[in-house]
């Protein structure tokens, strides 16, 4: 079992720029390939991107590309969603997960995004 | 993108019953289907993957089944703490998608 940590979520206001962290203390962090999943209140779950073990392969969801990036810190053992441009849809929970299917899930991470 | 559309959306049931959920791929996924579990305020939780693979840890009253692109879900009988929201998720391409969900109810 991989034991993932969110941070870094809050209030921002609609244009803002925000970075969630996801941490682990796993050793073969750099082994997993990764992924960020968001569920807006009171909705389902959706896929937003994902991430090879070293950082080469990237793909975003259509509702987030060109203003999310993914990025990957093997070395500190962290993932990161710098998340730019935001709007009011972006409100959700924000899940950092492992490869799928996805067993490892952190606890989330609440953005919310409101003037 | 491969569509998933899960049914029903809702359940109410009873302890003991046996309840079935069904999801449907837009195209064939082979048997790359998963299911989740959901509690309120939770990470959602790894119960079936590969269509009928047990997750480790798993009571054997959750089971799955099915390929291409019909898939069923079903618990055998229902324990009070199985009282959740439900997921089914493709993991044959990206972007990876999720079945709208079905909330079990009492």
């Known amino acids: 079992e991989v034991l993932l940590v969110e941070s870094g979520g809050g209030l921002v206001q609609p244009g803002g720029s925000l970075r969630l962290s996801c941490s682990t203390s796993?050793?073969?962090?750099?082994?997993?390939?990764m992924n960020w999943v968001r569920q807006a209140p009171g909705t389902g779950l959706e896929w937003i991107s994902y991430?090879?073990?070293?950082?080469?392969?990237?793909y975003y969801a259509d509702s987030v590309k060109g203003r999310f990036t993914i990025s990957r810190d093997n070395a500190k053992r962290t993932l990161y969603l710098q998340m730019n441009s935001l709007r009011a849809e972006d409100t959700a929970v924000y899940y950092c997960?492992?490869?799928?299917?996805?067993?490892?899930w952190g606890q989330g991470a609440l953005v919310t995004v409101s003037s | 993108d491969i569509q998933m559309t899960q049914s029903p959306s809702s359940l109410s049931a009873s302890v003991g019953d046996r309840i079935t959920i069904t999801c449907q791929a837009s195209?064939?996924?082979?048997?790359?289907l998963n299911w989740y579990q959901q509690k309120s305020g939770k990470a959602p939780k790894l119960l079936i993957y590969?269509?009928?693979k047990l997750e480790t840890g798993v009571p054997s009253r959750f089971s799955g089944s099915g390929s291409g692109t019909h898939f069923t879900f079903t618990i055998s009988s229902l324990q009070p703490e199985d009282f959740a929201t439900y997921y089914c998720?493709?993991?044959?391409?990206?972007?990876?998608?999720f079945g709208q969900g079905t909330r079990l109810e009492i």
């Open positions: 997960a492992t490869v799928a299917p996805f067993r490892d």
């Open positions: 796993t050793v073969t962090f750099s082994d997993f390939e």
């Open positions: 991430i090879s073990s070293t950082g080469s392969t990237i």
């Open positions: 195209r064939d996924i082979s048997n790359y």
């Open positions: 590969d269509g009928s």
């Open positions: 998720q493709q993991s044959d391409s990206l972007p990876i998608t």
